[in-house]
């Protein structure tokens, strides 16, 4: 509570100190290599990060500051060398001079144009999904199902929360619904043990149940929200798509090995007061029961969410149908009367709506650095001096996984780091000379993006976690130190072969 106070004394001089980063960029001599609107678009990537870290104001809010510094820079930023989809401005139909200005409605078309991209109609669609989960209480029969069956041995508890966190990956594609769909079960397990929240058992199975939900946020594509951050930027800049079933065998041969790691990494460090959950079992079964058998409304969600994991395990193969597309349909079917799952009156206060603007406008700011190069000067000018086209590539991912893992410190939101890292990544690839491998260079940086193992504000859903009072910051250093060396250890045997063997780099 005193830490919470402490942080909120703390907002107004992160506010402060924003708008003074912000200013100085702006008032510093450009560059020549830079244009105006470029310097301008690193001035307000500058601002858009220490909100982001510090989270001196919600997301949303930080969003909307966002826009409105986008309309006033760039907007009153004098028409230079532009990047190629910056497109041409017009002012009454005619062509604008070198010396006009870029004008504000150009600019506000770049501060919207993240909400025109189909990886934000994939997010909305996703949070529907996720949303009716919670709402006919699916995911929680489906991890009661899967705790039911594994018994009351606790290492057995520990492999079933990690299987249930697998299982609801490909369905539910929230890693904040995934556990909190899972983390009040283990807690129940607990309680009826006659253990503390406190307890060893009780850090054990929590901090399990969201390791794993981060590992397998790196093993689906529509797992979590950064990954459609990525993918907006991959497809408008390579003009190249990865399908589902692609990134499936990409990365959950990763995600697969981690999840094996997790499970002798925990049983390890952490060591539960008891070898058996007595009554666990029972509890899991009364909670299944009051349940009750499942409803008309499930079976429809069961036949909709196996039709979508279909659609998109064979997206490219079987039809040409693109996930964003299946899953706006899914949403469609789902909302119509009689046959769907929902009314539009019992789900709109139920959506995270600030989630759809913080995507869209992490994926604007993105567009409008690589547009005005300034992403490029930024990659130029930082891992250029480090000499890094002279390095093998292997060497390079190594130093540029590195480099993403410290700084996920300092960020809150895996969707705000992708938003801030991902054009600089792509522009990267230029300043390397990547052609063939740009793609999968990038890809693999996405998947470290995902790296959320170290501390409880490395995510959403190691915040929700941290929130039951059930472990220390310790706890979760102790299992994410280990997990993040073989995670990176892994990255880089993954680039010297396997990724390397099916073309990926």
Same mark, same amino acid.
């Given at each position: 509570?005193?830490?919470?106070?402490?942080?909120?004394?703390?907002k107004?001089?992160?506010?402060? /100190?924003?708008?003074?980063?912000?200013?100085?960029?702006?008032?510093l001599?450009?560059?020549?290599?830079?244009?105006?609107?470029?310097?301008?678009?690193?001035?307000?990537?500058?601002f858009?990060?220490?909100?982001?870290v510090?989270e001196?104001?919600?997301y949303?809010?930080?969003?909307?500051?966002?826009?409105?510094?986008?309309?006033?820079l760039?907007?009153?930023?004098?028409?230079?060398?532009l990047?190629p989809?910056?497109?041409?401005?017009?002012?009454a139909?005619?062509?604008?001079?070198e010396d006009?200005? $870029?004008g504000?409605?150009?600019? =506000?078309?770049?501060?919207?144009?993240?909400?025109?991209?189909?990886a934000v109609?994939?997010?909305?669609?996703?949070?529907f999904?996720?949303?009716?989960?919670?709402?006919?209480?699916?995911?929680?029969?489906?991890?009661?199902?899967?705790?039911?069956?594994?018994?009351?041995?606790?290492?057995?508890?520990?492999?079933?929360s990690?299987?249930?966190s697998?299982? %609801?990956?490909?369905?539910?594609?929230?890693a904040?619904?995934?556990?909190?769909?899972?983390v009040?079960?283990? =807690?129940?397990?607990?309680?009826?043990?006659?253990a503390?929240?406190?307890?060893? %058992?009780?850090?054990? %199975?929590?901090?399990?149940?969201?390791?794993a +939900?981060?590992?397998?946020?790196?093993?689906?594509?529509t797992?979590?929200?950064?990954?459609?951050?990525?993918?907006? $930027?991959?497809?408008?800049?390579?003009?190249?798509?990865?399908?589902?079933?692609q990134?499936?065998m990409?990365?959950?041969?990763?995600?697969?090995?981690?999840?094996? #790691?997790?499970?002798? +990494?925990?049983?390890?460090?952490?060591?539960?007061?008891?070898?058996?959950?007595?009554?666990?079992k029972?509890? #899991?079964?009364?909670?299944?029961?009051?349940?009750?058998?499942?409803?008309?409304?499930?079976?429809?969600l069961?036949?909709?969410?196996?039709?979508?994991?279909? @659609?998109?395990?064979?997206?490219?193969?079987? !039809?040409?149908i693109?996930?964003?597309?299946?899953?706006?349909i899914?949403?469609?079917?789902? =909302?119509?009367?009689?046959?769907?799952?929902?009314s539009?009156s019992?789900?709109?206060k139920?959506?995270?709506?600030?989630?759809i603007?913080?995507?869209?406008?992490?994926?604007?700011?993105?567009?409008?650095l690589?547009?005005?190069?300034?992403?490029?000067?930024?990659s130029?000018?930082?891992?250029?001096?480090?000499?890094?086209? !002279?390095?093998p590539?292997?060497?390079?991912?190594? /130093?540029?996984? *590195?480099?993403?893992?410290?700084? !996920?410190?300092?960020f809150?939101?895996?969707?705000?780091?992708s938003?801030? /890292?991902i054009?600089? @990544?792509?522009?990267?690839?230029s300043?390397?000379? %990547?052609?063939?491998?740009a793609?999968?260079f990038?890809?693999?940086?996405?998947f470290?993006?995902s790296?959320? @193992?170290l501390l409880?504000?490395?995510?959403?859903?190691?915040?929700?976690?941290?929130?039951?009072?059930?472990f220390?910051?310790?706890?979760?250093?102790?299992?994410? *130190?280990?997990?993040?060396?073989?995670g990176?250890?892994l990255? /880089?045997?993954?680039?010297?072969?396997?990724?390397?063997?099916?073309?990926?780099?």
């Open positions: 509570m005193e830490n919470v106070k402490q942080k909120n004394n703390l107004p001089i992160w506010i402060v /100190l924003s708008f003074l980063v912000l200013i100085t960029i702006v008032l001599p450009t560059p020549a290599s830079l244009p105006v609107m470029g310097k301008m678009a690193l001035a307000i990537l500058a858009a990060v220490i909100m982001w510090t001196a104001v919600s949303p809010v930080s969003s909307t500051m966002i826009v409105a510094l986008i309309i006033l760039i907007g009153f930023s004098p028409i230079e060398k990047g989809s910056m497109g041409n401005p017009m002012a139909g005619k062509p604008l001079t006009a200005l $870029f504000t409605q150009n600019a =506000l078309k770049i501060a919207f144009s993240g909400f025109s991209s189909s109609a994939l997010v909305a669609a996703a949070l999904l996720a949303t009716a989960m919670q709402v006919t209480n699916l995911h929680k029969r489906l991890a009661l199902l899967v705790l039911s069956v594994v018994g009351n041995k606790t290492n057995a508890v520990v492999a079933g990690i299987i249930v697998i299982i %609801l990956a490909f369905f539910v594609p929230s904040t619904a995934r556990a909190g769909a899972v009040p079960i283990l =807690l129940g397990m607990v309680t009826a043990f006659g503390k929240k406190e307890s060893r %058992l009780a850090a054990l %199975l929590v901090i399990t149940a969201v390791q +939900v981060s590992i397998w946020n790196i093993g689906i594509k797992g979590a929200a950064q990954n459609m951050v990525a993918m907006g $930027f991959i497809n408008k800049t390579f003009n190249e798509d990865i399908s589902w079933g990134w499936f990409y990365a959950a041969p990763w995600s697969i090995i981690m999840s094996i #790691v997790l499970y002798f +990494v925990m049983i390890n460090l952490i060591k539960p007061e008891t070898k058996e959950i007595e009554g666990g029972e509890l #899991v079964k009364a909670q299944l029961a009051e349940l009750g058998p499942v409803t008309p409304k499930e079976w429809r069961i036949a909709i969410s196996v039709a979508l994991l279909l @659609f998109w395990a064979t997206e490219g193969k079987f !039809h040409p693109d996930s964003s597309s299946i899953t706006l899914a949403l469609a079917i789902m =909302l119509t009367p009689k046959i769907g799952i929902f539009w019992d789900v709109e139920l959506i995270p709506w600030g989630t603007i913080v995507f869209a406008i992490g994926i604007s700011l993105g567009n409008l690589l547009q005005t190069t300034g992403a490029q000067w930024l130029d000018k930082t891992f250029g001096l480090m000499g890094l086209e !002279h390095l590539l292997l060497a390079t991912i190594a /130093l540029i996984t *590195i480099f993403n893992i410290l700084i !996920h410190l300092g809150a939101s895996a969707t705000s780091l938003s801030a /890292l054009p600089v @990544f792509i522009a990267l690839t300043t390397l000379g %990547l052609k063939d491998n793609v999968g990038v890809l693999i940086q996405q470290v993006i790296f959320g @193992f409880p504000v490395s995510a959403p859903q190691n915040m929700l976690a941290y929130g039951t009072g059930t220390t910051v310790k706890d979760f250093l102790k299992s994410g *130190i280990p997990l993040t060396i073989i990176y250890l990255i /880089l045997l993954f680039s010297a072969t396997y990724w390397k063997w099916i073309g990926l780099i």
